[in-house]
């Protein structure tokens, strides 16, 4: 009968309709993304790749004119205050490490590694190929030792502080460990050794298969949390944004005095569990009742399952923080902060109680001659606008001698609270009421519309794996953190004149008038 076939027909054509709707909705869409795909065991399958931070003086003419009207991050890199021409090494004393000495040492250090990564193989049976670490010459973290002087971790226009950091977010880990501070306190039974017995205190030290190393500290808290008003300072909790953001605010304050730091996607039974050789590593780890692998540090302050820190149900966000060079390479001192804070519930330090602290500082050595003090005051500016309240010691390599640059180590305190800004935090620059007129050129750069702060944060911290490394309210306590710094310095300038209170610390070259923003404004 017709009718039956003209049905049968419009039956077939619906089918038709529904089956490529599925095809060029559905299965087409999935089939691109797999063409497009991240690389193989890429957590974030299909995930455009972001692009690493640009170096100061990377920017090509044709990219700076690109930007005149859009990016607020390579208009700021190519203002003359980061054009200006950096002093390069003049000898070998102005240089960290010797290049033909540091590859030596680290070439000994690796066969050593591959002849107990052997051992430990053949001791477990273990027959699947294991290829043996080799010593690049061109590793970028070897480029990056060797690229610390006198002056800086990093110079602005150095190509390795990228490619390390691809290296460090790319890289298959071969080895996994407890660092030293954990290591020192296995055994130990009494918590008064430790100087921050918080019960959150933990990291990992990872070696990448270029035999580089990274400090691994996992995410412990959440970005939209706030750490609680009553909660002390020493047993806050420790953030990994907070240490990826410390570093791109360095930069940015052009101080280079923050490791190359990174965030990244760990596989804590992949890159952790699988290749870590320390057996106390590896019988913290356990799974948990929502089937997520975890694990907590050894320690006896730590040894409890509501320590630990647990993946999804593999993967654990993290900051990666390259290595410095060896201790026996480049030895270090960790010297107490002459403000150092009073880590005990009741009682506080002189500087807390004493407006004129400051003066006692200036008659010590090596306060009262040379950058030192300068060197505490940017120390304590960079620490302010993170919220830091932790700097306890500040670090320094022994081959600069007294006028070194100080190490901006451990930042993972920072950005606990947007909300409150610990204006005591700046009491060596209240207190001292002086600033390197570098330090107070940039941050009046920084103040000014077209440079403002929270707005090149945002942009370099959005290139980041992790992105977004920091809530919208820790970006605008920056600006708000930046002007009081102004103002300190503003009130500073009325009461004892800017000749006393800026210090001509370098020939830089000079903002110009019209970028001028002035300290109390």
Same mark, same amino acid.
């Given at each position: 009968?017709?009718?039956?076939?003209?049905? $049968?027909?419009?039956?077939?054509?619906?089918?038709?309709?529904?089956?490529?709707?599925?095809?060029? @909705?559905?299965?087409?869409?999935?089939?691109?993304?797999?063409?497009?795909?991240?690389?193989?065991?890429?957590?974030?399958?299909?995930?455009?790749? =972001?692009?690493?931070?640009?170096? =100061?003086?990377?920017?090509?003419?044709?990219?700076?004119?690109?930007?005149?009207?859009?990016?607020?991050?390579?208009?700021?890199?190519?203002?003359?205050?980061?054009?200006?021409?950096?002093?390069?090494?003049?000898?070998?004393?102005?240089?960290?490490?010797?290049?033909?000495?540091?590859? $030596?040492? +680290?070439?000994?250090?690796?066969?050593?590694?591959?002849?107990?990564?052997?051992?430990?193989?053949?001791?477990?049976?273990? !027959?699947?190929?294991?290829?043996?670490?080799?010593?690049?010459?061109?590793?970028?973290?070897?480029?990056? *030792?060797?690229?610390?002087?006198?002056?800086?971790?990093?110079?602005?226009?150095?190509?390795?502080?990228?490619?390390?950091?691809?290296?460090?977010?790319?890289?298959?880990?071969?080895?996994?460990?407890?660092?030293?501070?954990?290591?020192?306190?296995?055994?130990?039974?009494?918590?008064?050794?430790?100087?921050?017995?918080?019960?959150?205190?933990?990291?990992?030290?990872?070696?990448?298969?270029?035999?580089?190393?990274?400090? @691994?500290?996992?995410?412990?808290?959440? $970005?939209?949390?706030?750490?609680?008003?009553?909660?002390? +300072?020493?047993?806050?909790?420790?953030?990994?944004?907070?240490?990826?953001?410390?570093?791109?605010?360095?930069?940015?304050?052009?101080?280079?005095?923050? =490791?190359?730091?990174?965030?990244?996607?760990?596989?804590?039974?992949?890159?952790?569990?699988?290749?870590?050789?320390?057996?106390?590593?590896?019988?913290?780890?356990?799974?948990?009742?929502?089937?997520?692998?975890?694990?907590?540090?050894?320690?006896?302050?730590?040894?409890?399952?509501? +320590?630990?820190?647990?993946?999804?149900?593999?993967?654990?966000?993290?900051?990666?923080?390259?290595?410095?060079?060896?201790?026996?390479?480049?030895?270090?001192?960790?010297?107490?902060?002459?403000?150092?804070?009073?880590?005990?519930?009741?009682?506080?330090?002189?500087?807390?109680?004493?407006?004129?602290?400051?003066?006692?500082?200036?008659?010590?050595?090596?306060?009262?001659?040379?950058?030192?003090?300068?060197?505490?005051?940017?120390?304590?500016?960079?620490?302010?606008?993170?919220?830091?309240?932790?700097?306890?010691?500040?670090?320094?390599?022994?081959?600069?001698?007294?006028?070194?640059?100080?190490?901006?180590?451990?930042?993972?305190?920072?950005?606990?609270?947007?909300?409150?800004?610990?204006?005591?935090?700046?009491?060596?620059?209240?207190?001292?009421?002086?600033?390197?007129?570098? !330090?107070?050129?940039?941050?009046?750069?920084?103040?000014?519309?077209? +440079?403002?702060?929270?707005?090149?944060?945002?942009?370099?911290?959005?290139?980041?794996?992790?992105?977004?490394?920091? !809530?919208?309210?820790?970006?605008?306590?920056?600006?708000?953190?930046?002007?009081?710094?102004?103002?300190?310095?503003?009130?500073?300038?009325?009461? *004892?004149?800017?000749?006393?209170?800026?210090?001509?610390?370098?020939?830089?070259?000079?903002?110009?008038?019209?970028?001028?923003?002035?300290? !109390?404004?």
């Amino acid at each position: 009968m017709p009718w039956i076939r003209r049905d $049968r027909l419009l039956i077939l054509l619906l089918l038709g309709a529904l089956l490529s709707a599925d095809l060029y @909705f559905h299965l087409w869409p999935e089939v691109r993304r797999q063409l497009a795909g991240a690389e193989p065991g890429c957590p974030c399958r299909g995930a455009p790749r =972001p692009a690493l931070p640009p170096s =100061p003086a990377a920017a090509s003419p044709s990219a700076r004119a690109r930007s005149a009207g859009g990016s607020k991050l390579r208009r700021l890199f190519a203002h003359p205050l980061y054009r200006a021409p950096e002093q390069p090494p003049r000898g070998p004393e102005e240089s960290l490490l010797s290049r033909q000495e540091a590859v $030596r040492y +680290y070439r000994r250090k690796m066969v050593r590694w591959n002849r107990r990564h052997k051992l430990y193989r053949e001791e477990l049976n273990l !027959t699947s190929p294991d290829s043996l670490l080799q010593l690049g010459r061109e590793a970028s973290w070897l480029q990056f *030792h060797l690229g610390i002087s006198r002056y800086g971790l990093y110079p602005r226009s150095s190509p390795a502080i990228n490619k390390l950091l691809h290296a460090m977010q790319d890289f298959n880990t071969v080895s996994a460990d407890y660092s030293q501070d954990e290591k020192a306190l296995l055994g130990a039974c009494d918590c008064t050794q430790i100087v921050k017995p918080s019960g959150v205190h933990l990291k990992l030290v990872l070696r990448f298969q270029d035999f580089g190393k990274a400090m @691994f500290k996992p995410m412990r808290q959440e $970005r939209e949390e706030e750490t609680p008003e009553d909660c002390f +300072y020493f047993v806050d909790f420790q953030r990994h944004n907070a240490e990826i953001a410390a570093f791109h605010l360095d930069r940015i304050l052009d101080f280079r005095r923050v =490791p190359p730091t990174i965030g990244r996607l760990i596989n804590v039974t992949k890159d952790i569990l699988e290749v870590t050789k320390n057996e106390i590593l590896q019988s913290v780890f356990f799974v948990s009742p929502a089937s997520n692998v975890c694990f907590f540090a050894k320690c006896p302050y730590m040894c409890k399952t509501e +320590y630990a820190v647990c993946g999804n149900p593999h993967l654990l966000e993290g900051s990666l923080s390259a290595f410095l060079p060896s201790l026996n390479l480049a030895p270090r001192l960790s010297i107490p902060n002459p403000w150092i804070r009073s880590y005990s519930f009741a009682g506080k330090e002189e500087w807390e109680v004493n407006p004129l602290y400051c003066n006692t500082v200036r008659e010590i050595y090596p306060y009262n001659s040379g950058n030192r003090l300068l060197n505490i005051i940017d120390m304590a500016i960079f620490d302010f606008l993170i919220g830091n309240m932790d700097r306890h010691h500040y670090e320094m390599f022994t081959k600069f001698g007294d006028e070194g640059f100080l190490i901006h180590l451990d930042n993972a305190r920072g950005f606990g609270r947007h909300s409150h800004d610990e204006t005591s935090i700046l009491a060596p620059l209240s207190q001292c009421c002086i600033i390197k007129r570098t !330090t107070l050129l940039h941050l009046q750069l920084l103040a000014l519309p077209e +440079y403002r702060l929270s707005d090149v944060m945002r942009e370099s911290l959005l290139l980041d794996h992790l992105a977004p490394v920091l !809530t919208e309210p820790h970006l605008l306590a920056l600006d708000r953190r930046l002007w009081l710094i102004l103002k300190t310095v503003g009130k500073c300038i009325d009461a *004892h004149g800017e000749d006393k209170v800026v210090a001509n610390d370098t020939k830089q070259v000079e903002v110009p008038f019209f970028d001028r923003v002035t300290p !109390t404004s």
